[in-house]
């Protein structure tokens, strides 16, 4: 089990023993942010220096640099997360 700090489901750190549905705890310890919910794997956030200018946070909690499309810029959103418009 994994420390899951932000209560979105996804853990990070060492694991740890603990029985399954353990209050605070997840079997996936795949978060790129474990401080911040809207940041688990499949979402993305504003690098804000040139290109790349997104990182998208990967199934194994590891963020990797991407792109927005052609003519479009990355906005950052107020709970931490990008958006390509």
Do not use: H, K
């Amino acid at each position: 089990m994994y420390e899951d700090e932000d209560g979105d489901g996804n853990g990070a750190g060492d694991a740890v023993q603990r029985c399954e549905d353990w209050p605070g705890y997840s079997t996936l310890g795949n978060d790129c942010d474990d401080t911040n919910a809207a940041l688990s794997p499949g979402s993305m956030r504003c690098t804000g220096v040139g290109l790349p200018a997104i990182e998208i946070c990967g199934t194994d909690g590891a963020w990797f640099e991407a792109s927005c499309g052609a003519n479009q810029n990355c906005i950052a959103q107020p709970n931490g997360t990008g958006l390509c418009r």
